[in-house]
């Protein structure tokens, strides 16, 4: 059974940084790339960084130069740093395996990240 455990979130205030971390399993994970999505508030779910088993990064525009992906093949899991954080980045955050945009499977519970003062 494919399962993804996502951790870390909370608030914080703008300009502040979290460091989210996914702990998968039930995969052979150094073979999948790996992504992370958030959906916000009356949003679509979208993605946010992916990283691919060679290590190369994508980030969406609107994360770039603040979020850091990297993944952890010896502990199944995959983080991501967030600096710099905006109140636009409020969303549940989830981690899932698979291509650019292709999730392949079931979505974990997610971590809520909320940013205000």
């Known amino acids: 059974q494919v399962q993804f455990v996502e951790s870390g979130g909370g608030l914080v205030q703008p300009g502040g940084s979290l460091r989210l971390s996914c702990a998968a399993s039930?995969?052979?994970?150094?073979?999948?790339?790996m992504g992370w999505y958030r959906q916000g508030p009356g949003k679509q779910r979208e993605l946010v960084a992916h990283?691919?088993?060679?290590?190369?990064?994508y980030y969406a525009d609107s994360v770039k130069g603040r979020f850091t992906i990297s993944r952890d093949n010896d502990k199944n899991t995959v983080y991501l740093q967030m600096n710099s954080l905006k109140p636009e980045d409020t969303a549940v955050y989830y981690c899932?395996?698979?291509?650019?945009?292709?999730?392949?499977?079931?979505w974990g519970q997610g971590t809520q990240v909320t940013v205000s003062s």
């Open positions: 039930g995969i052979i994970f150094r073979i999948y790339h």
């Open positions: 990283v691919s088993t060679g290590g190369n990064t």
């Open positions: 899932n395996a698979g291509g650019l945009n292709t999730p392949r499977w079931a």
